[in-house]
């Protein structure tokens, strides 16, 4: 069944479409008075609904029955990631990885960084429809753009650390490096399109990063971020 975007599943007892959601439903869908709809609130909830106002601008109804989903996954993942000066590859990025398995993500200004500003409302919708495409009963959190330096600073007590840099042979892949027998947190650092600074990389070395790579193919940063998230899931799949 199609799923349907609603934030506050939790309180209510009606729910009210704005207009987009609403025209979706009733124009492009054609459901209309009576029909069962199936909503979800991007925080674990899902409810069943049934539509009592079929009009394309507001489209409202009762909800009728709650179900509380635990998190599918057993590990959380945060990509953190230089924006790319092509915005239409970082927003097609975002969707894949939500749709592969993403909890969270934040936007890094780097010393090389090509971009300084972001449509967080866009990159919210677009999170929206792709757990609505692949059945997700959660929501990623979206971070705004951050320095590098706050960022690494601010998540030196999380255990699990990566930062996709080579700098040599010898380093090894993250695929090799994912832990399974402890916490299952992690961050993934992926740089601007012109890397990471030599000063960034040790200020991160400090703070427990571990350097990774992920292959020895350059790869595009959106690229290297589905790349890294894709890792994650087949290590934890495994």
């Not at 890094?108 to 677009?126: D, P």
């Not at 960034?200 to 193919?217: D, H």
Request: positive net charge; glycine residues 6%.
């Amino acid at each position: 069944m199609q799923l349907f975007y609603y934030p506050n599943l939790q309180e209510q007892e009606s729910f009210s479409f704005g207009e987009e959601e609403s025209k979706h439903c009733i124009k492009v869908l054609r459901k209309k008075n009576g029909d069962q709809l199936q909503l979800i609130d991007g925080k674990g909830f899902e409810a069943k609904a049934i539509i009592t106002q079929d009009h394309p601008k507001k489209c409202s109804g009762l909800i009728k029955q709650r179900i509380q989903h635990k998190p599918a996954r057993n590990y959380y993942v945060h990509l953190a990631i230089a924006p790319t000066k092509n915005l239409d590859r970082i927003e097609w990025m975002l969707e894949k990885a939500i749709e592969i398995g993403l909890d969270e993500i934040t936007f890094l200004q780097c010393q090389n960084s090509e971009r300084v500003k972001l449509n967080l409302e866009r990159f919210h919708k677009i999170a929206i429809s792709a757990i609505k495409q692949s059945k997700q009963y959660y929501l990623p959190i979206i971070n705004p753009l951050v320095s590098f330096q706050d960022f690494v600073e601010k998540s030196a007590l999380v255990q699990t650390k990566f930062i996709a840099w080579c700098p040599t042979e010898d380093t090894q892949t993250l695929f090799k490096q994912i832990p399974l027998n402890r916490p299952s947190n992690h961050i993934l650092l992926v740089g601007p399109e012109g890397d990471f600074t030599s000063d960034e990389v040790m200020l991160a070395q400090t703070k427990g990063y571990i350097p990774c790579t992920l292959g020895k193919n350059i790869l595009r940063s959106e690229t290297a971020g589905l790349f890294g998230i894709s890792l994650f899931a087949a290590k934890h799949l495994g």
